[in-house]
């Protein structure tokens, strides 16, 4: 987290900081394209993405690729 003074929000899956209201507001993260900031909708998304192989976010830092990320 930076020394930015606006209120801003760290998503637990990839890491990545926000500080649009509304980001904040709602606990979501762009990156993930979830709402990873609210605990009961977070766990929910982790549980359903675990026994598919998709905890690796779509940046291929984290998860399993789809063919279409995939270079040829």
């Known amino acids: 987290m930076t020394s930015d003074p606006r209120p801003s929000i760290v998503c637990p899956e990839c ?10 507001e709602e ?8 709402w990873t900031g609210d605990p009961l909708l977070y766990a929910a998304w982790k549980a359903e993405r675990e026994p598919a192989g998709l905890l690796e976010d779509h940046y291929g830092e984290v998860g399993q690729k789809s063919a279409s990320t995939t270079a040829p």
């Open 27 to 34: 606990g979501y993260c762009g990156r993930c394209s979830w």
């Open 15 to 24: 890491g990545s900081e926000s500080w649009h209201p509304k980001d904040v």
